[in-house]
């Protein structure tokens, strides 16, 4: 009986863990918790602003390419009488607004709709013209997308050219 009584003093074949042992592991796994949780957050917010640069990259491409296809639906400035190099602004005509709008392809329930809408809806654009030359057959074209993220404002912006021929009429 005395060896028994030997053993529960000593703690010699006790199984479990310490206090001390339990504040560690804890202390560990919290702060484990905590870089993961920062990193999904983070992740979200990457994933925000690389959704936000994609939707101005197609709209910047999409105005490009209408500006290629139907350069009738914009209102082009008199580019005889601009300095070779500058940029002139190339307005949207009321054709080209009245049809620009929501696209087919939207979310049926409404509140998801709304919430697309909206975030089309916060960004803006700007296209401009411009002759490099007074001899050149061609115009450049650049056309900014602008958009609000993290309390700055961010443009995204692509350069094409059109053959001044392409123009017809409005020049």
């Keep these: 009986m005395k ?3 030997n053993r529960l003093r000593t703690g010699a074949n006790s199984s479990g863990f310490t206090l001390v042992e339990m504040l560690a592991a ?3 796994a919290g702060v484990a918790a905590f870089i993961v949780l920062s990193l999904f957050s983070w992740s979200l917010v990457l994933g925000q602003e690389s959704r936000r640069q994609s939707m101005a ?3 910047a491409s999409e105005l490009l390419t209408r500006m290629h ?3 009738d639906e914009f209102v082009w400035p008199e580019l005889e009488g601009i300095a070779p190099g500058e940029h002139v602004p190339v307005e949207a005509s009321d054709a080209f607004e009245a049809e620009a709008g929501v696209p087919a392809a939207m979310p049926t329930v409404a509140r998801l709709r709304e919430a697309e809408i909206a975030f089309r809806e916060a960004f803006r ?3 401009f013209a411009r002759r490099p030359d007074d001899d050149a057959n061609y115009v450049e074209l650049t056309v900014a997308v602008y ?3 993290q309390a700055r404002e961010r443009v ?3 350069t ?3 053959p001044v021929q392409r123009l017809g009429g409005s020049q």
């Design 160 to 162: 094409s050219a059109l």
């Design 125 to 127: 654009w700007e296209a």
């Design 57 to 59: 990259a197609g709209m």
């Design 69 to 71: 296809r139907a350069p």
């Design 3 to 5: 060896r028994q009584t």
């Design 26 to 28: 804890l202390a560990v």
């Design 156 to 158: 995204y912006t692509l």
């Design 147 to 149: 958009w609000e993220a």
